[in-house]
């Protein structure tokens, strides 16, 4: 049915996600969900986008990024400020959700790009710490951030909402620290969804282009790269910024499924970006079904499966792992890479599944 | 005109004269062998010439064009593709896209064509699967063309490399110790190839060799070069019998 290889693999990866979405929209639609269940189906979608994207620069680009949740505060912010900025302007709620989602993506592949220039000049664990540095500089930004607006126009300061000089019908949009409130929480399933078949479809299609060799094979030996007249920096530009660009997408659809949005170091932070990382780790790096697989997995585990045992009966061990969801994805990306990478595992892998093959 | 010119080309590494006054002409479609002993500055010499690194001094000129101090990707664009001594494969990729890697920048398409998957884009991209399955079959690599680089022995990781750099369309091929870590058999087979490639693709070959009996096999001309200095130069049989070749070889 399909002309090659990869072909089947992609089309198996998008029916997937069509076919989860098959199944849960009536089912979320039809009220059958327990509104737990129902309610972490667009983190779900956002986790996935996130991974997705992330695993553009770890797995295709080669580049171990740790401040991946800055580029998605950018997305959130800045779409989230759009629609509360228009919303006595545009009247169609999804309207305002579509053109915040096209200026949160601009505006994250943008700051991707301008982060870019710098770090990507950078190799390995040097690339890595700046990255990190970044995504906290990006937070801490938004933290200090002051925005208003009155009949005079647009205000702004980076002190207090007070020093915004407001007139008294005037209203604050964003405020520090409190991030901004009142946002329309547009974001469902069904859009979060087609985003996440969206990310899947560029990143897939961008691998298997012209454009998607050149990055891996900078990511396979830059030297060689450059030796058969690839532009390196273009390239890695070029991945950087579509993977920023997508982190964004991700925070357009996180921003619009919450009323309130701050910037704290647990949802734009460090943390933040490395649950992401174990998404990608475990998914598989350079694996984009795995990326999609994972989070709903893990966050599956760790989020609703742990809360209906809890639901059963107190048990300190079930206390403990819901209160230290952190240090659980610690342990799982260290079996993950023990599993995976260690030389005795994969001679013993390797050693079953010869013996596998003996047998048939 | 000379396919490769080059004059008195230099370069220092601090105190350390690596490559001095550095002569070189390689007719076109010539087979030519640039040896030496360890340490002679041969691979400095390649990346003088591929743009790795900058001369301090002299003219590089392909096929009349001054190329001196480009860079590595304009000089690849100029028409020199090279070989590495340690194998420079890109592993985790299949053996036909290592190839079309390397078509890269003589078939473009559209930035946003290979995500829509618009025509230009499916003819592109066909012409270059079928030009690399062509090339690979001059390798004698077409079946593994699936695998991943990483994946193939040895001999066949050198040939694709080979493979992968004429995909770039050169004028001029590099090949920096082709025959390295090959058996008498394979070094048989490799002379046929290169010989092969040249009368095919009307190719001009600068190799590296330490390989005696390929180098006099197959190189018309040679330039022998000991402590970063040319030692003797000219038609390969008589550069061989020259005694201070000899003993810059087997000592005294």
Redesign the interface.
Known sequence: MFKNKTARQNAITYGIILAAMAVMLPMQMGGHLSSSLSGLLVPFCYYAILAVSLNLTVGILGELSLGHAGFMCVGAFTSAFFTKFTADIIANSYVRFFLGLLIGIAFSALIGFLIGIPVLRLKGDYLAIVTLAFGEIIKNLVNVLYIGKDSRGVHFSMKDSISLHLEPEGTVIVAGPQGITGIDRTSSFLIGGILLLAAVFIVLRLIQSRDGRAIMSIRDNRIAAESIGINVTKYKLLAFTVSAALAGMGGVLYAHNLATLTATSKNFGFNMSVMILVYVVLGGIGNIRGSVIAPVVLNLLLDYVLRKLQMLGSNPVLQFMSDNRMLIYAIVLIVIMIMTWSPKMIARREALFNRGRKEE | MPMLEVKNLGISFGGLRAVNEFNLSVEKGQLYGLIGPNGAGKTTVFNLL?G?YQPDSGVIRLDGEDITGRK??DI??AGI??T?QNI??????SVL??V???M??K???P?L?????TPA?KR??DEMTEKALKLLEVFDLKDDH?YLASNLPYGKQRKLEIA??L??DPKLLLLDEPAAGMNPQETKSLMDMIRFVRDEFGMTILLIEHDMKLVSGICEGLTVLNFGEVLAQGETGSVLANPAVITAYLGE
């Open positions: 591929t790795v590595t990707i690849s664009k593709a090279r590495f420079r494969l890109f592993g985790k990729l896209d290592n079309k890697a390397g890269h920048n078939h473009p398409y930035p064509a290979g995500i829509f998957h884009w592109t991209e699936e992968r750099a995909a770039t």
